[in-house]
């Protein structure tokens, strides 16, 4: 049976230390060393490296887990769960010395595949302010140990919403075009640049909702499971499971105006 308390502990255990690296790392001077499908979409020495170390450590503590991370690929494993990682979400904002990254980890039951796996725990850790957001499912959400709640009843023109933009400069010009339409309509928008703690930010409030396309599975595996342990109701288009296409997060009359309002858009977005 699986334990999701302990695979929380771990997980907590091990994106701290992980993060630790990553600020380190930071300090010392942060060096580019790839572009992946533009050349803004970059990865850093120290992405390969906080990922290496997560991997290496799983490795060695629950060797038949299977693991899916964002630069080093999946492997396939026995046990029937998987460790999905993004070792720094929010890559540009760590170059540029924003403080808005964060380690994402959380294990799935099932194949590697957001469509179909269940998440049991998920933990999100910013090194840089010490917050760690965790959730494990059915048992709530925690920031720094202590439960948190998703905003309910917020109307859309005092809402405060949360987004994000493709690398494509293409979908970049639609995405904003369809803000200019929302934009009237609810209180404000921000962009943080980490999509794991854009639904973190859901779950504690500090965002009323949060919507994007083209976001991968470790971008989400760990935030989506603690926004939802918060209340809110996460999903892709049409109550489908969230995913490359559509990520969208709010309660759910927020999320249902948000997503009336955003399909008229949408199919200028891919």
Request: aromatic fraction near 8%; include cysteine; charge should be negative.
């Amino acid at each position: 049976m699986t334990d999701a308390a302990q695979l929380l502990s771990f997980a907590s255990d091990l994106a701290r230390e992980a993060g630790v690296l990553a600020r380190r790392r930071r300090v010392e001077g942060v060096s580019v060393a790839a572009s992946k499908s533009t050349a803004v979409d970059i990865v850093t020495h120290a992405d390969r490296e906080v990922e290496a170390l997560i991997r290496d450590r799983l490795k060695a503590e629950r060797p038949e887990d299977g693991f899916f991370g964002e630069e080093s690929g999946a492997e396939v494993g026995s046990s029937g769960l998987t460790w999905v990682v993004d070792p720094i979400d929010g890559t540009v904002n760590y170059l540029y010395g924003i403080p808005q990254y964060a380690v994402s980890i959380a294990v799935v039951e099932g194949e590697p595949d957001p469509l179909t796996w269940r998440a049991v725990a998920g933990v999100v850790f910013n090194p840089e302010s010490g917050e760690l957001f965790a959730a494990t499912a059915g048992g709530g959400a925690t920031l720094d140990g202590r439960p948190i709640q998703a905003t309910t009843d917020v109307p859309p023109e005092r809402a405060l919403v949360g987004t994000g933009f493709g690398y494509r400069p293409e979908v970049r010009v639609a995405q904003a075009k369809a803000l200019v339409g929302l934009l009237s309509q609810v209180r404000d928008i921000r962009r943080i640049g980490a999509a794991s703690l854009d639904l973190c930010a859901v779950a504690c409030g500090r965002l009323d909702a949060y919507f994007e396309t083209g976001l991968q599975p470790w971008d989400h595996a760990a935030g989506a499971l603690i926004a939802r342990e918060a209340g809110a109701r996460v999903t892709g288009w049409e109550g489908t499971s969230p995913s490359a296409t559509f990520t969208l997060a709010a309660d759910a009359p927020l999320a249902e105006f948000l997503e009336r309002t955003l399909l008229i858009s949408a199919s200028d977005w891919e």
